[in-house]
């Protein structure tokens, strides 16, 4: 069964905390994604990787980073927090190739900054 | 960024009822999916379309591309409770490995 694991369901931080979220596939996929998901704005791309070390910016990158270090693990840090970092945030996987292939999405992790 | 716009936002009928949620875009789309997520879960794939005017069927869901390939529309028939949940489309552009999400649609079936 393919699998998308992010390391937490919930989340509470400070203002001004470094936060990881963390994402693991087991699929042996190139691509993975994160996404940061509010009501109403639907999933909105933050970065993405194709490759290990490799990183491209999506829609909304400011006040994140990402590392991918090894294939399986892509992890997102909020270098800072803030109040309007609060969202759920989404990881997702997909094999290499062009948009067309499915992403397989974790479970979610949602974060509350305070 | 291209956007999607998905219509309605939310949506509450009875069970049995029919309904058709739209995806539309200005711009053109190589390919685009549907995907559906439950509360407390990620995504999960419903469908996939690449060509222009492309139908097809799962089971009481029906999705539809466009000619022109820039709106999608999900016609579910006769709605059951367990169809709840928030339905995305996705779009891709030409070679890029990301996908453009749309805004969602909130569908409740009551029993």
């Known amino acids: 069964d393919v699998k998308v694991t992010q390391s937490s369901r919930y989340l509470v931080k400070r203002t001004g905390e470094k936060v990881f979220l963390e994402c693991v596939q087991d699929m042996d996929h190139e691509n993975m994604f994160w996404y940061r998901q509010d009501p109403g704005l639907g999933l909105r791309l933050i970065y993405f990787s194709y490759d290990v070390k490799m990183k491209e910016k999506g829609d909304i990158p400011e006040g994140y980073s990402v590392s991918r270090e090894k294939k399986e693990r892509f992890s997102l840090i909020l270098e800072s927090a803030s109040t309007n970092q609060t969202s759920m945030y989404l990881c997702?996987?997909?094999?290499?190739?062009?948009?067309?292939?499915?992403?397989?999405f974790g479970q979610g992790t949602r974060l509350t900054v305070v | 960024t291209q956007l999607l716009e998905q219509s309605p936002q939310f949506l509450s009928i009875q069970e049995g009822e029919n309904l058709t949620v739209y995806c539309n875009s200005s711009?053109?789309?190589?390919?685009l999916q549907w995907y559906r997520q439950e509360p407390g879960e990620g995504p999960v794939l419903l469908v996939t379309v690449v060509t222009g005017g492309e139908v097809k069927k799962l089971k009481r869901l029906t999705f539809q591309f466009g000619d022109a390939r820039k709106d999608s529309s999900l016609h579910i028939t006769a709605a059951q409770p367990g169809d709840t949940g928030l339905y995305l489309c996705?779009?891709?552009?030409?070679?890029?490995?990301?996908?453009?999400f749309g805004s969602g649609t909130q569908l409740t079936v009551l029993p």
């Open positions: 996705a779009g891709a552009h030409g070679s890029a490995r990301q996908l453009t």
């Open positions: 711009s053109v789309f190589s390919s």
């Open positions: 997702a996987s997909s094999f290499m190739g062009v948009g067309n292939t499915e992403a397989f």
